[in-house]
């Protein structure tokens, strides 16, 4: 390996333990709100189907019809009154058929997936 990819990855492990830290502190654990909604994850392994089973600020809980891999990152899409809403995601947990996602907000368009997920589990309390 030559400098660069060394440099590279050291990079990408710094940022991948910053990220569990950030999942492990109290200030970080939002509340959960149930959810049913239909979900679509895209990846670079491909399209995967499931449903939302609840949704907070930081992230999602949904089950897969299929198994997905940790720390894979893509794009969850789904319908609300008819329109198409879409976020980045990471896969931070995975097992006993559920899958928790942790949002990367990289737009005010992520910023709207969120809150229009969170209306809508709240109409649905």
């Known amino acids: 390996?030559?400098?660069?990819?060394?440099?590279?990855?050291?990079?990408?492990?710094?940022?991948?333990?910053?990220?569990?830290?950030?999942?492990?502190?109290?200030?970080?654990?939002?509340?959960?709100?149930?959810?049913?909604?239909?979900i679509r994850f895209v990846s670079p392994e491909g399209l995967v189907n499931g449903h939302c089973i609840d949704v907070s600020e930081t992230g999602i809980r949904v089950a897969f019809e299929r198994p997905v891999d940790i720390w894979l990152e893509g794009e969850l899409s789904f319908l609300i009154d008819y329109r198409r809403y879409s976020i980045h995601a990471r896969v931070v947990r995975a097992g006993d058929g559920e899958t928790g996602m942790w949002f990367r907000i990289h737009n005010d368009d992520d910023k709207l997936a969120i809150e229009k997920l969170l209306e809508l589990a709240h109409s649905q309390e």
Do not use: N, Q, W
């Open 1 to 38: 390996m030559d400098s660069c990819t060394i440099e590279a990855l050291g990079h990408y492990e710094v940022s991948a333990l910053e990220d569990r830290r950030a999942l492990h502190k109290p200030e970080s654990i939002a509340p959960r709100f149930g959810l049913e909604l239909p």
